[in-house]
């Protein structure tokens, strides 16, 4: 598989099989990503990873939180910016919508959609997840890279025949996970990575989301 291949072909991926990944692959793949790009060498991700009973007592913390308020936990980090606007805006909600109905869930049906996404919670049903951790000290150039880490991550997990899906949902639940990890006091979970051999016959990983055109994304100037 080439790099064209593995970029064009990933999705997230919401559905997997229930086959654990050995621990010597998963070992491999990590060290593998340690050549993601970094400014200045400074590699400013941290990575926690989490299988079996690890998983489920990740699981487990977050259930009550949740049932509690949906909504999560407060953060000086929200996922999305307030009042997002367009075509930000339009791009999310057509995806979410794409979604639903590749699941054949429709609008009104409000209780199947939150069961849906409470999914995200469990890996959906992901055999190994991974959580990212930066230091809040860091500035924005940091979390860039440290995205560029998630995707060769994912590029590589694609070349090995795994899903991944990127969960940023787990930032409603920052407090909570900082408490369960015993981070540093000025560390924080940015995202979760949900990881697995996918289930194919899942229709939610028929997905294929949309992506704008060049007219819209891109100048070119000298050409």
């Known amino acids: ?19 654990a990944l050995p621990e010597a692959e998963v070992r491999e793949w990590l060290e593998q990503a340690q050549r993601s790009p970094s400014g200045g060498n400074l590699q400013p991700w941290r990575t926690i990873a989490v299988t079996g009973q690890a998983q489920d007592d990740v699981i487990a913390m977050a259930a009550p939180i949740l049932a509690a308020d949906p909504r999560g936990q407060k953060t000086d980090y929200p996922i999305y910016p307030k009042d997002l606007w367009d075509p930000y805006e339009a791009r999310r909600r057509q995806v ?18 939150i069961a849906w996404f ?11 997840a991974l959580f990212i951790v930066i230091d809040e000290r860091m500035g ?5 890279h ?3 880490y998630l995707q060769t ?8 025949g795994w ?18 990890f015993k981070l540093a006091p000025s560390e924080m979970v940015w995202c979760g990575m949900a990881v697995g051999k996918p289930d194919p016959e899942h229709p939610v990983n028929q997905l294929r989301s949309t992506r704008a055109p ?7 100037h000298g050409f």
């Open 146 to 148: 440290t995205g560029m």
């Open 1 to 19: 598989m080439d790099v064209t291949q593995a970029v064009d072909q990933r999705i997230s991926t919401r559905a997997y099989l229930p086959d």
């Open 214 to 220: 060049l007219s819209e994304v891109v100048e070119f």
């Open 163 to 180: 899903g991944t899906c990127m969960q940023e949902c787990w930032g409603v639940l920052r407090p909570a996970l900082k408490d369960h």
């Open 140 to 144: 924005h150039g940091q979390w860039g």
């Open 96 to 113: 979410g919508e794409m979604m639903y109905e590749t699941l054949e869930i429709p609008r009104e049906d409000r209780a199947a959609r």
């Open 118 to 128: 409470s999914n995200n919670f469990r890996f959906f049903g992901a055999p190994l």
């Open 153 to 160: 991550l994912a590029l590589l997990a694609e070349e090995r």
